[in-house]
């Protein structure tokens, strides 16, 4: 029944049910032409800072997002999308970096500490386009990948942090030098497919089962009152010895022992206080094995923290200077292959859900998005144990905090639990639509409900059609 003191009906009010059908086709007709244009190559550097380099030389595309430009562009914006040089690195520019970096020509990166190390396998006349992609996606050895690795991501971060040609030279041969001798690895590979197209049959999406957790966050108070009563009797048998007249000699040697006799008995009482504030999210996880028809493999490149924390640290470079340029103002790489893959896929993936359940006679309307603001969808386990390492975040203890606190305690508002779950989801975005994270295997979480039985692996065997129940199970990947 519709009431004036919840507000999130009065939309639907004098509604009838064909009207929402119809506004539901509009929304998923704006949905589906759109979402290339959200999940964009351009949007992604743009939101993590990165620069895109294709190995075909594409170049990404961009749009404004608002309503004047959505109403010109007719609700697509996709068509609307147009060639940008924002957050690119030509194939040229990286080709000429490769090339330059072997000694011939010169260039800002010419200096390479223990480039005998390197040369068997990096030194030709010159890499073509294939080389660089056969070094970074399919290396016949370690030494060509890191070369290909960290003269692209030291050219692109020197480049873009130090706007003035020239700058940031010494820098640059250093953090090259360091790069290729390190016994660390530099740089950190980020696998993603970039998906253009997901399969379009029945058994492209199988759903593996799901599961249900509560996370609680909070924090407690407690006062208490202790009080206690003992007596205890007894006799210590070696000082009992030395006081017999056996000798001051012996009763000496005897000391250190010691053999005792006695009684004893206690009483104790305790009461307490404990006052604790806290809130929970209901967290839903869904897993789902998805067949992928077209899509790239890509990488983003970034050089390891570890890595330029112990070149911070060296005392062969002087780059105190440089490491904070570098973080603040350097941008990392997106790299893509160039090459669209048409051999199906079958990867699997995590769905969450995070949400707080009301009950009934609740004063809040349920169904007033104002009302729910910690709901949140993720996609991906990285993205899941990113915003769970978030939430379990402790205050730093240092002796300076616990000395400080003992004499003058913190005091924390009566809503903190709800003022941490604000902040932390200020600090989570949703998922990035159209890339899939290739995870390591350390990454996973448990089994799903389908994935650990052993009697049928097709869950939809029994709602099947006879005809249907006969045809080869075309899920599972060769």
Not at 101 to 112: A, H, K, Q
Not at 143 to 172: D, H
Not at 371 to 393: E, M, Q, V
Request: charged share 25%.
């Amino acid at each position: 029944k519709y009431s004036e003191y919840f507000g999130s009906l009065r939309h639907l009010c004098n509604s009838h049910v064909d009207d929402l059908i119809a506004r539901e086709e509009k929304y998923r007709f704006i949905y589906e032409v759109n979402i290339p244009a959200v999940g964009s190559v351009y949007n992604l550097t743009q939101a993590y800072g990165m620069d895109f380099l294709s190995l075909a030389d594409e170049q990404p595309k961009s749009v404004t997002f608002d309503g004047p430009t959505l109403e010109k562009c007719g609700n697509n914006l996709t068509n609307c999308m147009r060639d940008t040089n924002e957050n690119w690195l030509p194939l040229k520019t990286a080709m000429d970096a490769i090339n330059k970096n072997l000694g011939r020509t010169g260039g800002i990166l010419v200096t390479i500490k223990k480039w005998l190390n390197y040369a068997p396998e990096v030194k030709r006349e010159a890499w073509t386009t294939e080389d660089l992609r056969t070094a970074l996606f399919n290396p016949p050895n370690g030494k060509t990948r890191r070369y290909a690795s960290c003269v692209l991501v030291v050219n692109n971060l020197i480049s873009t942090a130090f706007k003035k040609p020239g700058s940031g030279a010494y820098g640059a041969r250093a953090l090259m030098d360091y790069c290729l001798s390190s016994s660390q690895e530099p740089v950190f590979f980020d696998h993603k497919l970039r998906v253009f197209k997901t399969g379009q049959s029945e058994d492209s999406y199988v759903f593996l089962g799901g599961y249900q957790m509560n996370i609680n966050v909070g924090q407690s108070f407690s006062v208490g009152r202790s009080t206690g009563w003992s007596a205890s009797a007894g006799i210590e048998g070696f000082d009992v010895v030395g006081q017999l007249g056996v000798g001051k000699v012996i009763g000496a040697i005897l000391k250190p022992l010691s053999a005792k006799v006695g009684w004893s008995s206690s009483m104790s009482e305790s009461d307490g206080t404990s006052i604790s504030e806290s809130t929970y999210l209901v967290a839903q996880v869904a897993k789902f094995r998805v067949r992928l028809d077209e899509y790239e493999s890509c990488y983003g490149l970034s050089l390891n923290n570890n890595f330029l924390n112990s070149l911070a640290l060296s005392d062969e470079y002087d780059l105190m200077g440089l490491i904070p340029e570098l973080r603040r103002n350097g941008r990392n790489l997106f790299v893509c292959e160039g090459v669209v893959r048409k051999d199906a896929r079958y990867v699997d993936e995590t769905y969450f859900y995070f949400t707080q359940h009301f009950t009934e006679g609740d004063m809040l309307d349920q169904a007033d998005l104002y009302n729910h603001p910690w709901l949140l969808a993720l996609r991906g386990n990285r993205d899941f144990a990113t915003f769970i390492s978030l939430i379990r975040k402790q205050d730093q203890i240092s002796f300076w905090s616990m000395a400080t606190n003992t004499f003058s305690p913190e005091k924390r508002n009566v809503d903190w639990p709800l003022a941490h779950m604000r902040n932390v989801y200020k600090q989570i975005v949703p998922s990035f639509p159209g890339f899939y994270t290739v995870l390591d295997s350390h990454e996973n979480l448990t089994e799903f409900p389908l994935e650990m039985s052993k009697t049928d692996p097709d869950m939809n065997n029994e709602v099947r059609s006879r005809d249907r129940r006969s045809e080869p199970d075309r899920r599972t990947p060769n």
